[in-house]
């Protein structure tokens, strides 16, 4: 009977597999497809062979081809505390969206090319790329998938260096990072009784200039594996976990970490299920010899309404005690987010995870309710995002540009609150990192300090004049501190923006800007600078 239903498996495997490559080349061209007043749509009607093609009547793929300008006038191009000089800075910046969900694809492609001219001087002239992107591709039903995720940002290669709110004045402690990453793997059902799922994950972490500049940067490699599967008691079930993870670094020794765990979850009721964990991990981050050592833990869930989820995890770890406790809750109106986390960073985690608990995470959250389908909330958030000024995944302090894994102690706590013409963001960071094992060849944050702090706070408030204009006040508090002397840079910028829209497909901006920077680092300056700034969005 066992070898029947072995044989039958692979006769089902074998036959979706001579399609996979028809599903890739599907996957593909739905992203190309013709454009129709600007946005590409894929008008095909749900059916047994294309699942949940159209949601409510909402095209399944959207391209959206963009250029944008800004024209920003400076008091301060360089940054400097005397010695000001002035100059006009004009950015151009074609871009191209790709967001949708087909029968075996669902995925966002968001990526900018800017270019950036100075009229006093040619000499800083350059080029900036963005991209955010993430996609999963479905290759044989209901079993081997592959996920993946992109991002290229422009970071301080130095959070002691001069730090600065906009990437449009010539300030050469800045760094173009860029990270991917991807993950194939399968999943299934044995027996009708133990669910399984094995995943290999690749990533590559790279810079332009810093600490990740060298060689091919940071790579990693993880395998993982998982099962799980229920008991006679209904409210009771278990799971096992496998991982190991291997950091290859061109700058300094390469670390490797194991781990295999198993979990109980019980269930009391609907809204409430504990957990707890038993297991041994060994790795060899804070020396050349692998150290191994138990690790139990325990963790709760709690969701008392379908608006309100409490989460809290904890286990003992080599380096004490790793923890995660979150709080989210939304109302009609307004969506919360407090959480508090203490666990190991690595480069990859640090880069593709930047703009969590975000206005854009916040008003997506607030929309669950009244806009179930995950892919049309987000489109509505990012307009509604978009129109108001409000930047959608604004950074209260930068990212650590370091090869190195690191303890991070992280405390966030943001609020929206959305209205028939307000809208109002919140957001406070608090961010206490602290290296682990040595460094390498070239220095980083972490050469100067072992402990660096990082905290800050982000506030907009934007106004509908009319349905199509809205005013918008931004404001932003960083502040950067090392445990040795002489270590801390600190940053404050307000901004006014009046945005309005001059066509269905055209949007424009004008706003005054001020920043101030104070540094204690002989690597940054204190700086004071105004700018008049003007910018023209048209989509295609």
Known sequence: MIKNRFNACVNRRQSSVSVAGVRIALGLGLAICGINNGVAQVD???????????????????????????????????????????DLVTRLGPGIRVEGRGGHVTGSFDFRWQQYAYLNDSQRNNQQK????????ELIDQWLFIDGRGSISQQPISVFGTQNVNNDLANANRTETSTYQWSPYIQGRLWSAVDYTLRYT????????????????????????????DTTLSSLSWSIDLQRQQQDRSTARNTESKRIAGSLQYRIDPQ??????????????GSTQSQSRMVPGFGVEWAPTERTNITLNKEKRSFGDSYKADFKHRTALTAWHLSQSKNINTPSDQLLNTGLNS?????????????????????QANL??????????????????????????????????????????????RSDNQSLGTGGVIADDFS???????????????????????????????????????????????????????GVQTSATVGLR???????????????????????????
């Open 44 to 86: 095909l009607a749900a059916s047994d062979d294309a699942p949940g093609l159209m949601v409510s009547g909402i095209p399944a793929w959207r391209i959206v081809p963009s250029i944008s300008t800004d024209l920003t006038y400076t008091d301060n191009v360089r940054l400097v505390s005397s010695g000001k000089q002035s």
């Open 130 to 137: 963005l991209l955010n992107a993430n996609g999963k591709l």
């Open 202 to 229: 690749g990533s590559r972490t790279k810079s332009a200039q810093g600490e990740l500049s060298a060689g091919s940067g940071n790579n990693s490699r993880a395998w993982s594996g998982r099962l799980a599967g």
């Open 272 to 285: 409430v299920r504990l957990n707890a964990t038993l297991g041994r991990e060994s790795d060899n981050f």
């Open 359 to 379: 206005a854009f995470d916040l008003l997506n959250l607030q929309l669950a309710s009244t806009i179930p389908d995950p892919m049309t909330r987000a489109q």
């Open 384 to 429: 509604l995002l978009q129109q108001s000024g409000i930047s959608p995944n604004a950074q209260a302090f930068g990212t650590l540009v370091t090869s190195r894994i690191y303890i991070s102690r992280r405390r966030e706590a943001s609020f929206i609150l959305t209205g028939a013409t307000n809208i109002v963001t919140l957001s406070a960071n």
């Open 448 to 502: 100067l300090s072992p402990d660096i702090q990082q905290t800050g706070f982000t506030a907009s408030w934007a106004h509908k004049l009319t349905p199509d204009t809205a005013i918008t006040l931004n404001g932003l508090r960083s502040r950067n501190t090392g445990s040795t002397a002489n270590l801390e840079t600190r940053l404050n910028s307000l901004s006014l923006l009046l945005t309005t829209k001059l």
């Open 514 to 540: 001020r920043t101030h920077s104070s540094a204690d680092s002989a690597t940054a300056n204190s700086y004071d600078e105004q700018a008049l700034t003007g910018s023209l969005l048209v989509t295609f």
